[in-house]
Antibody, heavy 118, light 108 residues
């Protein structure tokens, strides 16, 4: 069974750094794109970017280029989303998802709630 | 602004049919997929490709596409279908993905 397990909720202060994780299991980790999606409070879903674990091809949506870093650790089958300096506007739920060539973005993590507040 | 757009909200009487649409030029080249999103839960894929339902999705959900418009139809809406529905497709470059703004479906 394909599973994406995300890290627990985080509470941070503005200016702090953060790296949240998404661990995949039940499939060949290096064969599928992983994407990150943001949902700000009361707002819709937004693609942040995607990464292919095999060759580390990483593509950021324009709104997120330079704002976050997406990476993977193949040895632990884990994808990461990282901020160098958080802002209050980064407060949101963040989801990771796995792309399947046949069925698209069929598998999702449970989400990580990030709260940034002074 | 998003490359694909949706109506913000629609309501449907219990047991009736509702169609949710998604428009954008990228849909002339790429299929839309559709996600159901309920509060406190992860999004769930309910439709992909040309009218393909993932395992476990009821057959009251169907999809179609024509020109620059993709549609998700719920035939015989149930109370549990009340949710936000998002269309998703590749962007005009083909290298990124975009969501529509979401349609809130209320079952009356």
């Amino acid at each position: 069974e394909v599973q994406l397990v995300q890290a627990g909720a985080e509470v941070k202060k503005p200016g702090e750094s953060l790296k949240i994780s998404c661990q995949g299991s039940g499939y060949t980790f290096t064969s599928h794109w992983i994407g990150w999606v943001r949902q700000m409070p009361g707002k819709g879903l937004e693609w942040m970017g995607i990464i292919h674990p095999r060759d580390l091809d990483t593509r950021y949506s324009p709104a997120f280029e330079g704002q976050v870093t997406i990476s993977v650790d193949k040895s632990t089958r884990t994808a990461y989303l990282q901020w160098r300096s958080l802002k209050a506007s980064d407060t949101a739920m963040y989801y990771c998802a796995r792309h399947d060539t046949g069925s698209g973005w069929a598998n999702w993590g449970q989400g990580t709630l990030v709260t940034v507040s002074s | 602004s998003s490359e694909v757009t949706q109506d913000p909200a629609v309501s449907v009487a219990l047991g009736q049919t509702v169609r949710i649409t998604c428009q954008g030029d990228t849909l002339r080249n790429y299929y839309a997929s559709w996600f159901q999103h309920k509060p406190g839960q992860a999004p769930v894929l309910v439709m992909y490709g040309y009218n393909k339902r993932p395992s476990g999705i009821p057959d009251r959900f169907s999809g179609s596409s024509s020109g620059n418009t993709a549609s998700l139809t719920i035939t015989g809406a149930q109370a549990e279908d009340e949710a936000d529905y998002y269309c998703n497709s590749r962007d005009s470059s083909g290298n990124q993905w975009v969501f529509g703004g979401g349609t809130k479906v209320t079952v009356l």
